[in-house]
């Protein structure tokens, strides 16, 4: 029960990545916000499945990339648990055309939710964490953005290789508040994101492809993830700051 008596506070929380850490985190005794942007019924689902876990949950909509909600989505937190201990910065996107393909919206969408978003996010935390002098931030990156891991990605790559850079300057700047700031880089994970539009023979094809480039063979699984992110949001990290974790099976092909 690493994290009785703290609260989380998990963006993009009703599926994927999001939906296992919040699990992952209530399972040992922390209370969490699941935030979602669009789909309430699943954030509520997440909820009630941490409510039988007899760990305390509640859903907030709000999106990410705008100040105004992100201020009322903490305001709301304080209110009910009187702190925010943890933010894990996992809300996402990823539309995948090729660069020539790119338009401008895509861009803009996609700096908009994956890196404005963990900017707004972590300020406003910290504006919570710093009086408090504690503080405990995990971003969610990818390998996308450290090295090529497909081609249709180029937005999504950028965007989550200014969320590794952003990590390290608010490590820089936050540590002194007694706050830590990491960044964990999936690979391939089975998730309804990376799935996206493909059909079923495409999914199998693209998951046939990415296991024959990692060392182990394998993809991940949300959980996997989730469990890398428990352990910068513990105190088990408490000398670790502004780094970031690959995790991806030990992917090969990297240029």
Same mark, same amino acid.
């Given at each position: 029960?690493?994290?009785?008596?703290?609260?989380?506070?998990?963006?993009?929380?009703? =599926?994927?990545?999001?939906? /296992?850490?919040?699990?992952?985190?209530?399972?040992?005794?922390?209370?969490?916000i699941v935030n979602y942007n669009k789909n309430q019924a699943k954030a509520q689902e997440v909820v009630d499945e941490i409510t =039988?876990?007899?760990?305390? /949950?509640?859903?907030v909509g709000c999106d990410v990339s705008m100040r105004s909600e992100v201020e009322n989505m903490f305001k709301l937190t304080v209110e009910r648990f009187?702190?925010?201990?943890?933010?894990v910065n996992n809300a996402a996107i990823m539309e995948t055309p090729l660069f020539l393909?790119?338009?401008?919206d895509v861009w803009d969408r996609s700096m908009k939710t994956n890196l404005k978003s963990v900017f707004i996010c972590t300020q406003v935390a910290a504006k919570h964490m710093i009086p408090r002098k504690y503080g405990k931030i995990v971003n969610i990156a990818s390998n996308s953005g450290i090295g090529t891991a497909c081609t249709g990605?180029?937005?999504?790559?950028?965007?989550?290789?200014?969320?590794?850079?952003l990590t390290k300057h608010t490590a820089l700047e936050l540590g002194q508040y007694g706050i830590t700031v990491n960044c964990v880089a999936p690979g391939a994970?089975?998730?309804e994101m990376l799935r996206g539009n493909m059909t079923d023979?495409?999914?199998?094809?693209f998951i046939k492809g990415r296991k024959s480039i990692t060392s182990l063979g394998i993809v991940g699984r949300p959980e996997d993830i989730a469990n890398v992110v428990l352990f910068f949001s513990s105190d088990d990290s408490r000398f670790v700051t502004g780094r970031t974790l690959l995790v991806d099976g030990g992917r090969r092909d990297f240029i």
């Open positions: 029960m690493r994290f009785e008596g703290k609260v989380a506070l998990v963006t993009g929380g009703s =599926r994927g990545i999001g939906k /296992a850490t919040a699990l992952a985190l209530a399972k040992e005794g922390c209370s969490v =039988r876990m007899k760990s305390q /949950a509640i859903p009187g702190k925010v201990d943890i933010l393909d790119t338009t401008d990605d180029v937005a999504y790559g950028v965007a989550k290789a200014g969320v590794i850079q994970t089975e998730t023979q495409q999914y199998s094809d």
